[in-house]
């Protein structure tokens, strides 16, 4: 497990979540080093868990005003993860652990859904054979490798046809890998701050058993 380290004013603060696919299968749009997109995020509380909630930034309007109370309630944001408080805030930083898998140690990017609509084969994501890789933190953005297992019982039969009736067209399923049941996508994430002025991110993550206070 990996633990992630937030200060008391980092919480329903704004900051830049991005997403590069560092590794593919070589064929249908599945490329080594895609760029999956960005979006802005805050961490917040909600008793004892910490939401990861994803900001819509398509509608917006000046805060605190009657626009932007009507675009607050016209739209919704989405919530891409949520884990409880894995420890008391520490008693000198007031600082908060959350269980950084809970959050990313999933299917994120909805990669499963791509492929199954492509190869048409029920691929799941496999969190028991998912992990994290390299990890570093800076001071204002921290880049965390997580390595990820897409498993499929079997690829789907064809279906019963009467003698004499050709098949209907079917996709081919992946052709560059050693078993079309399993395939491993390594994703890069980074978390950082968005540009201006600002105290430097103090992001810490920490292993699991360590505890604050």
Not at 156 to 170: E, R, T
Not at 176 to 205: A, K, M, Q, W
Request: charged share 20%; with cysteine.
């Amino acid at each position: 497990m990996i633990n992630l380290e937030i200060q008391p004013d980092q919480f329903d603060k704004m900051y830049m979540f991005s997403l590069t696919c560092e590794s593919g299968l070589g064929e249908w749009g599945f490329y080594a080093d895609s760029y999956c997109g960005e979006t802005p995020f805050v961490f917040h509380k909600e008793g004892k868990n910490v939401q990861v909630i994803l900001k819509n930034t398509r509608f917006a309007a000046e805060d605190n005003s009657p626009m932007g109370r009507a675009v607050a309630h016209s739209f919704s944001d989405s919530i891409l993860g949520s884990t409880k408080r894995e420890s008391q805030p520490h008693p000198e930083r007031k600082s908060e652990l959350i269980d950084l898998g809970a959050i990313l140690l999933t299917d994120v990017p909805m990669m499963a859904y791509q492929l199954n609509d492509v190869f048409r084969i029920a691929y799941r994501y496999d969190a028991k054979n998912s992990n994290f890789g390299m990890l570093k933190a800076f001071d204002r953005n921290i880049e965390i490798e997580t390595v990820n297992h897409f498993a499929a019982e079997q690829p789907p039969l064809p279906p019963l046809l009467p003698p004499g009736v050709p098949p209907p067209p079917s996709p081919q399923p992946p052709r560059n890998v050693p078993d079309i049941r399993s395939v491993l996508f390594h994703f890069r994430y980074s978390i950082s701050e968005l540009p201006g002025p600002g105290v430097p991110c103090t992001f810490g993550r920490r292993p699991r058993g360590t505890a604050a206070g």
